[in-house]
């Protein structure tokens, strides 16, 4: 597989009041071109840690990232290198990641101009990357308080846009949105996946949104990819008991769905991350051993990757039932 970004072993550390808290542990991902890799979990799971780590934002605190083939360095006053500049992010909060006291059009320039634009022909670009999400060219000489919430994201998607990206991280870029443009916004990403080529990381807390965009989707769980594999192999026929549980707890339309997954407990202070299988303490399917042996990502003979002692050392996928019935 042609391989956008590679992102090998990567973990992040954070440190509070004299404590070390590593939201990332050991993460191995792959983006190919024209690929949406769903990226999914629980509220603090390390999502947005992982997401800012593979643009720069955030410094890892072990492993590496490569974009094309390119080390992703931590961003510095010097500004994001050449080689770089085709790998951005689309922030989740479209109120706060757009300047409230400059034009549209001027924010959407800028990246044109750094590139080495002219500023009417940059101006003239943004004009047309408005046009391609839907706004057209009078949102150039408006201002931030003047759009929805929907239509901001749209603007910070022209702006990534205005790069050429080959590759986008996508941190949540729907959850502040309604339903309607929630939907609006995933489709645009799409098309525009379609129309460019380009890999998108989409990353979100809703299953069921990552369900209907993306190709793949990973499941994180407290700093640790759990299961990898595509699409269809993940809500049809998922492997990982917390995988299952995400999926147990989504509601349908009908009302017939069945009782969610019960989980005992919370999710774990990510300071204080239990030993061996991070999800032991509240997994329905824990063996003798969970809570000492740290489970690495095998994969299981449908191609998936899984991190679980149960589902690797028997390569076959539990019935849901069985998981309900414990």
């Not at 890799?37 to 799971?45: F, H, I, Q, T």
């Not at 931590?74 to 989740?92: A, K, S, V, Y």
């Not at 809500?235 to 509601?251: D, E, F, K, M, V």
Request: aromatic share 4%; hydrophobic share 40%.
């Amino acid at each position: 597989m042609n391989e956008l970004l590679k992102i090998s072993n990567l973990s992040v550390e954070y440190h509070r009041n004299g404590r070390k808290l590593r939201a990332v542990a050991g993460v191995d991902l792959t983006l190919a071109p024209g690929e949406i890799l769903g990226l999914v979990g629980e509220s603090g799971c390390g999502k947005s840690s992982l997401g800012k780590a593979i643009v720069g934002i955030e410094k890892p605190a072990e492993g590496e990232i490569r974009f094309n083939g390119n080390l992703v360095k931590p961003l510095d006053r010097r500004g994001r290198p050449t080689e770089l500049r085709n790998l951005q992010m689309i922030f989740q909060d479209p109120y706060g990641s757009i300047n409230p006291r400059r034009k549209i059009g001027d924010q959407i320039a800028d990246g044109l101009i750094v590139a080495g634009k002219p500023k009417n022909e940059a101006l003239k670009i943004s004009a047309e990357l408005l046009e391609k999400v839907g706004l057209g060219a009078s949102a150039l000489d408006r201002y931030a308080h003047q759009f929805s919430g929907g239509q901001r994201q749209r603007i910070a998607i022209a702006r990534a846009l205005a790069a050429s990206p080959t590759a986008i991280v996508a941190d949540e870029p729907i959850s502040a949105l309604d339903t309607s443009s929630q939907a609006q916004v995933s489709n645009l990403l799409v098309s525009l996946v379609q129309e460019f080529g380009m890999g998108v990381i989409f990353i979100s807390h809703d299953l069921s949104v990552v369900r209907k965009i993306s190709d793949r989707i990973a499941v994180m769980y407290l700093g640790k990819i759990v299961e990898i594999g595509t699409t269809e192999q993940i809500w049809n026929q998922p492997s990982h008991p917390y995988t299952r549980a995400l999926i147990s707890a989504i509601p349908k339309a009908d009302g017939n769905s069945n009782m969610p997954l019960d989980l005992p407990g919370d999710v774990p202070n990510p300071a204080f991350p239990p030993a061996g299988c991070r999800f032991h303490p509240r997994c329905p399917l824990v063996q003798v051993g969970c809570e000492s042996s740290v489970p690495e990502i095998r994969t299981l003979k449908d191609g998936r990757g899984v991190a679980c002692v149960l589902q690797t050392s028997n390569e076959i996928v539990v019935p849901l039932e069985t998981i309900k019935g414990r």
